[in-house]
Protein backbone atom coordinates (compact mmCIF):
# COMPACT_ATOMS: atom_id res chain seq x y z
CA UNK A 1 0.00 0.00 0.00
CA UNK A 2 2.62 2.34 0.54
CA UNK A 3 4.70 1.60 -2.20
CA UNK A 4 1.73 2.32 -4.10
CA UNK A 5 0.83 5.51 -2.54
CA UNK A 6 4.36 6.59 -3.39
CA UNK A 7 4.24 5.79 -7.17
CA UNK A 8 1.14 7.17 -7.82
CA UNK A 9 2.88 10.38 -6.09
CA UNK A 10 5.66 10.16 -8.17
CA UNK A 11 3.52 10.14 -11.58
CA UNK A 12 1.13 13.01 -10.40
CA UNK A 13 4.69 15.29 -9.68
CA UNK A 14 6.03 14.39 -13.02
CA UNK A 15 2.61 15.15 -14.65
CA UNK A 16 2.55 18.60 -13.33
CA UNK A 17 6.12 19.26 -13.88
CA UNK A 18 5.64 18.49 -17.62
CA UNK A 19 2.87 20.88 -17.57
CA UNK A 20 6.09 24.29 -17.29
CA UNK A 21 9.52 22.34 -17.70
CA UNK A 22 10.85 23.87 -14.65
CA UNK A 23 14.51 23.90 -14.71
CA UNK A 24 16.04 23.77 -11.91
CA UNK A 25 18.28 26.56 -10.55
CA UNK A 26 21.12 27.07 -8.23
CA UNK A 27 20.32 29.74 -4.93
CA UNK A 28 23.47 31.03 -5.91
CA UNK A 29 22.75 32.71 -8.27
CA UNK A 30 18.93 34.27 -7.13
CA UNK A 31 19.00 37.62 -8.53
CA UNK A 32 16.96 37.31 -11.84
CA UNK A 33 15.83 39.65 -14.87
CA UNK A 34 13.21 37.50 -16.26
CA UNK A 35 11.85 34.10 -15.06
CA UNK A 36 8.31 32.28 -16.02
CA UNK A 37 5.97 32.96 -13.15
CA UNK A 38 4.30 30.02 -14.71
CA UNK A 39 7.85 27.74 -13.96
CA UNK A 40 7.94 28.45 -10.12
CA UNK A 41 4.20 28.49 -9.77
CA UNK A 42 4.36 25.22 -10.96
CA UNK A 43 7.24 23.93 -8.53
CA UNK A 44 5.54 25.61 -5.65
CA UNK A 45 2.72 23.90 -6.27
CA UNK A 46 4.30 19.86 -7.02
CA UNK A 47 5.53 20.99 -2.88
CA UNK A 48 2.41 22.19 -1.55
CA UNK A 49 0.83 18.24 -2.63
CA UNK A 50 3.47 16.15 -1.85
CA UNK A 51 5.04 17.39 0.79
CA UNK A 52 2.19 17.06 3.53
CA UNK A 53 1.44 13.79 2.40
CA UNK A 54 5.50 12.39 2.21
CA UNK A 55 6.50 14.19 5.62
CA UNK A 56 3.35 14.26 7.58
CA UNK A 57 2.99 16.00 10.72
CA UNK A 58 0.93 17.64 13.26
CA UNK A 59 -0.54 21.35 12.90
CA UNK A 60 2.05 24.07 14.09
CA UNK A 61 0.88 25.87 16.90
CA UNK A 62 3.04 29.02 15.73
CA UNK A 63 2.83 30.28 12.24
CA UNK A 64 6.37 31.60 10.71
CA UNK A 65 5.66 35.37 10.15
CA UNK A 66 7.31 37.34 7.12
CA UNK A 67 7.80 41.02 5.97
CA UNK A 68 9.75 42.12 2.83
CA UNK A 69 12.15 44.85 2.46
CA UNK A 70 12.02 46.89 -1.40
CA UNK A 71 15.36 47.99 -2.11
CA UNK A 72 15.60 46.78 -5.78
CA UNK A 73 17.48 49.73 -7.38
CA UNK A 74 17.72 48.06 -10.50
CA UNK A 75 13.66 48.01 -10.83
CA UNK A 76 13.10 50.77 -8.12
CA UNK A 77 8.90 50.09 -8.45
CA UNK A 78 6.59 48.42 -6.28
CA UNK A 79 6.49 44.64 -6.02
CA UNK A 80 3.92 41.92 -5.23
CA UNK A 81 5.62 38.96 -3.53
CA UNK A 82 4.15 35.63 -3.79
CA UNK A 83 4.77 32.71 -1.17
CA UNK A 84 4.92 29.06 -2.06
CA UNK A 85 2.24 30.07 -4.86
CA UNK A 86 -0.31 32.37 -3.20
CA UNK A 87 0.15 36.04 -3.37
CA UNK A 88 0.54 37.29 0.22
CA UNK A 89 1.76 40.94 -0.34
CA UNK A 90 1.20 43.48 -3.14
CA UNK A 91 2.18 46.99 -3.95
CA UNK A 92 5.39 47.39 -1.44
CA UNK A 93 6.41 50.59 -2.38
CA UNK A 94 10.36 50.95 -3.72
CA UNK A 95 12.61 52.02 -0.14
CA UNK A 96 10.04 50.27 2.15
CA UNK A 97 8.90 47.52 4.35
CA UNK A 98 5.80 45.49 4.09
CA UNK A 99 3.79 44.43 7.21
CA UNK A 100 4.41 41.25 8.28
CA UNK A 101 2.32 38.49 7.22
CA UNK A 102 1.60 34.68 8.25
CA UNK A 103 3.00 31.57 6.64
CA UNK A 104 3.24 28.20 7.27
CA UNK A 105 6.86 26.80 8.86
CA UNK A 106 8.50 24.69 6.78
CA UNK A 107 9.64 25.25 3.10
CA UNK A 108 9.15 28.74 2.06
CA UNK A 109 9.50 29.85 -1.14
CA UNK A 110 9.69 33.76 -1.91
CA UNK A 111 8.99 34.94 -5.08
CA UNK A 112 9.35 38.92 -6.15
CA UNK A 113 7.23 40.03 -9.62
CA UNK A 114 7.15 44.06 -10.31
CA UNK A 115 3.58 44.79 -9.29
CA UNK A 116 0.56 43.86 -11.37
CA UNK A 117 2.75 41.62 -13.77
CA UNK A 118 4.30 38.28 -14.21
CA UNK A 119 7.73 39.51 -14.75
CA UNK A 120 10.18 37.85 -12.01
CA UNK A 121 12.63 40.15 -10.15
CA UNK A 122 14.23 37.15 -7.77
CA UNK A 123 13.36 34.77 -5.82
CA UNK A 124 14.64 32.79 -2.68
CA UNK A 125 13.35 29.45 -0.98
CA UNK A 126 14.63 28.74 2.88
CA UNK A 127 13.57 26.87 6.56
CA UNK A 128 10.86 28.90 8.60
CA UNK A 129 10.75 27.73 11.98
CA UNK A 130 7.67 28.10 13.53
CA UNK A 131 7.03 30.80 15.71
CA UNK A 132 10.04 32.38 14.28
CA UNK A 133 10.29 35.87 12.15
CA UNK A 134 12.25 36.52 9.38
CA UNK A 135 12.20 39.79 6.86
CA UNK A 136 13.35 39.10 3.28
CA UNK A 137 14.62 41.96 1.26
CA UNK A 138 15.77 42.41 -1.95
CA UNK A 139 18.24 44.98 -2.80
CA UNK A 140 20.95 45.80 -5.68
CA UNK A 141 24.59 43.45 -6.42
CA UNK A 142 26.29 44.68 -3.69
CA UNK A 143 26.97 41.79 -1.68
CA UNK A 144 26.60 41.00 2.44
CA UNK A 145 30.04 39.33 3.93
CA UNK A 146 30.94 35.75 3.53
CA UNK A 147 29.21 33.76 6.18
CA UNK A 148 26.44 35.56 6.62
CA UNK A 149 22.88 33.40 7.84
CA UNK A 150 21.19 33.01 6.21
CA UNK A 151 22.43 34.18 2.61
CA UNK A 152 25.14 36.42 1.29
CA UNK A 153 23.17 38.41 -1.10
CA UNK A 154 20.02 39.50 -3.10
CA UNK A 155 17.69 38.22 -1.60
CA UNK A 156 19.16 38.16 2.39
CA UNK A 157 16.93 36.61 4.91
CA UNK A 158 17.21 38.18 8.34
CA UNK A 159 15.75 36.10 11.03
CA UNK A 160 14.16 38.74 13.27
CA UNK A 161 13.59 39.26 17.50
CA UNK A 162 9.83 39.93 17.69
CA UNK A 163 9.75 39.58 21.60
CA UNK A 164 8.58 42.42 23.30
CA UNK A 165 11.23 45.43 24.51
CA UNK A 166 11.50 46.26 28.40
CA UNK A 167 8.61 48.29 29.99
CA UNK A 168 9.18 52.15 28.70
CA UNK A 169 11.68 50.95 26.02
CA UNK A 170 11.83 50.27 22.04
CA UNK A 171 14.24 48.39 20.29
CA UNK A 172 15.32 48.15 16.76
CA UNK A 173 17.61 47.72 14.20
CA UNK A 174 19.44 49.12 11.65
CA UNK A 175 19.54 47.84 7.91
CA UNK A 176 22.47 49.04 6.14
CA UNK A 177 20.73 48.20 2.35
CA UNK A 178 22.34 50.32 0.61
CA UNK A 179 25.07 50.01 -1.94
CA UNK A 180 27.91 51.34 -0.95
CA UNK A 181 31.28 49.83 0.93
CA UNK A 182 32.10 53.02 2.20
CA UNK A 183 33.04 53.60 6.12
CA UNK A 184 29.43 54.69 7.97
CA UNK A 185 28.53 54.86 11.08
CA UNK A 186 24.80 54.81 12.41
CA UNK A 187 23.84 56.75 15.55
CA UNK A 188 20.92 57.89 17.33
CA UNK A 189 20.33 61.38 19.06
CA UNK A 190 17.79 62.69 21.69
CA UNK A 191 16.48 65.68 19.97
CA UNK A 192 16.83 67.65 22.69
CA UNK A 193 20.71 67.02 21.91
CA UNK A 194 21.43 66.26 18.60
CA UNK A 195 25.00 66.57 19.16
CA UNK A 196 25.41 63.97 21.69
CA UNK A 197 25.17 60.22 20.80
CA UNK A 198 22.57 57.92 22.91
CA UNK A 199 24.40 54.77 20.73
CA UNK A 200 26.65 54.65 17.80
CA UNK A 201 27.72 51.42 15.37
CA UNK A 202 30.85 51.75 14.33
CA UNK A 203 31.96 50.75 10.85
CA UNK A 204 29.25 48.87 10.00
CA UNK A 205 29.61 46.09 7.41
CA UNK A 206 27.13 46.53 4.11
CA UNK A 207 24.09 44.36 3.65
CA UNK A 208 23.98 43.69 7.44
CA UNK A 209 21.69 44.20 9.78
CA UNK A 210 22.47 45.42 13.34
CA UNK A 211 20.31 45.66 16.56
CA UNK A 212 20.51 48.73 18.64
CA UNK A 213 20.76 49.06 22.56
CA UNK A 214 17.38 49.09 23.88
CA UNK A 215 16.44 53.19 24.53
CA UNK A 216 13.99 55.08 26.47
CA UNK A 217 10.62 56.18 24.65
CA UNK A 218 11.16 59.76 23.38
CA UNK A 219 12.02 61.99 19.53
CA UNK A 220 14.93 61.26 18.76
CA UNK A 221 17.41 61.62 15.21
CA UNK A 222 18.57 58.38 13.30
CA UNK A 223 21.31 59.13 10.96
CA UNK A 224 24.25 57.61 9.54
CA UNK A 225 27.05 59.52 9.02
CA UNK A 226 31.07 59.75 8.29
CA UNK A 227 33.82 58.05 11.39
CA UNK A 228 33.49 59.99 14.53
CA UNK A 229 31.14 62.44 13.10
CA UNK A 230 28.32 64.35 14.16
CA UNK A 231 26.50 66.03 10.87
CA UNK A 232 24.38 63.60 8.83
CA UNK A 233 25.34 63.14 5.25
CA UNK A 234 23.81 64.86 2.34
CA UNK A 235 22.53 62.80 -0.77
CA UNK A 236 23.29 65.30 -3.57
CA UNK A 237 21.83 62.95 -6.30
CA UNK A 238 18.37 65.06 -5.52
CA UNK A 239 17.83 68.54 -6.30
CA UNK A 240 16.96 69.89 -3.96
CA UNK A 241 20.30 67.19 -1.85
CA UNK A 242 18.35 65.75 0.94
CA UNK A 243 19.36 65.86 4.14
CA UNK A 244 19.91 61.59 5.13
CA UNK A 245 18.50 61.52 8.63
CA UNK A 246 15.19 60.40 10.60
CA UNK A 247 14.66 63.75 12.31
CA UNK A 248 12.81 64.28 15.53
CA UNK A 249 10.98 60.63 15.52
CA UNK A 250 8.61 60.27 18.20
CA UNK A 251 9.00 56.78 19.38
CA UNK A 252 6.27 55.30 21.84
CA UNK A 253 7.18 52.16 24.14
CA UNK A 254 6.93 49.06 23.41
CA UNK A 255 7.76 49.37 19.34
CA UNK A 256 10.09 47.87 17.22
CA UNK A 257 11.67 50.93 15.34
CA UNK A 258 13.72 49.65 12.08
CA UNK A 259 15.88 52.12 10.51
CA UNK A 260 16.38 51.23 6.21
CA UNK A 261 19.16 52.37 4.52
CA UNK A 262 17.89 51.85 0.45
CA UNK A 263 20.80 52.65 -2.60
CA UNK A 264 20.25 54.89 -5.16
CA UNK A 265 22.61 56.03 -8.45
CA UNK A 266 25.69 57.61 -6.23
CA UNK A 267 27.08 54.25 -6.43
CA UNK A 268 29.89 53.87 -4.31
CA UNK A 269 29.93 57.53 -2.54
CA UNK A 270 28.98 56.97 1.31
CA UNK A 271 25.98 59.23 0.80
CA UNK A 272 24.07 57.53 -2.22
CA UNK A 273 21.36 56.21 0.75
CA UNK A 274 17.90 57.43 1.93
CA UNK A 275 16.28 56.25 5.27
CA UNK A 276 13.05 54.86 5.93
CA UNK A 277 11.93 53.46 9.01
CA UNK A 278 9.44 50.73 10.06
CA UNK A 279 7.27 50.49 12.98
CA UNK A 280 6.23 46.87 14.72
CA UNK A 281 4.04 47.25 17.79
CA UNK A 282 4.37 43.84 19.60
CA UNK A 283 2.43 42.24 22.38
CA UNK A 284 2.68 39.78 25.00
CA UNK A 285 2.24 36.14 23.52
CA UNK A 286 -0.39 34.01 23.44
CA UNK A 287 -1.81 31.05 25.16
CA UNK A 288 0.36 29.10 22.86
CA UNK A 289 3.36 31.04 23.34
CA UNK A 290 3.48 32.34 19.99
CA UNK A 291 4.89 35.67 19.49
CA UNK A 292 1.75 38.74 18.63
CA UNK A 293 2.13 41.68 16.34
CA UNK A 294 -0.59 44.66 16.52
CA UNK A 295 -0.96 45.69 13.63
Given at each position: ??????????????????????????????????????????????????????NPSKPYL??????????????????????????????????????????????????????????????????????????????????????????????????????????????????????????????ISKSSSP????????????????????????????????????????NNAFNPP??????????????????????????????????????????????????????
Amino acid sequence: MFLTKRLFLGALALSLMSWASYSSKSLANPQLSTKSLQEFTTASLVNSILDPILNPSKPYLCTTKLRVINAAVSTASPVDVIVNGKKVLENVDFRQASKYVNVTPGNIQVLFVQSGTPSTIAYRTFTGAPNSAYTVAITGTLQGPPGQPLFNQSPFVIPEDLTQPNPGKFKGRWYRFSETSAVIDFRISKSSSPNVDETRITDLTPKTAIPYPELTAGEYNFNPVLPDQFDPLINNAFNPPITVEVANQQVPEGVISDVIATGNGLGQAPNSLLLTTASTQTAPPDANGCNQIVQ
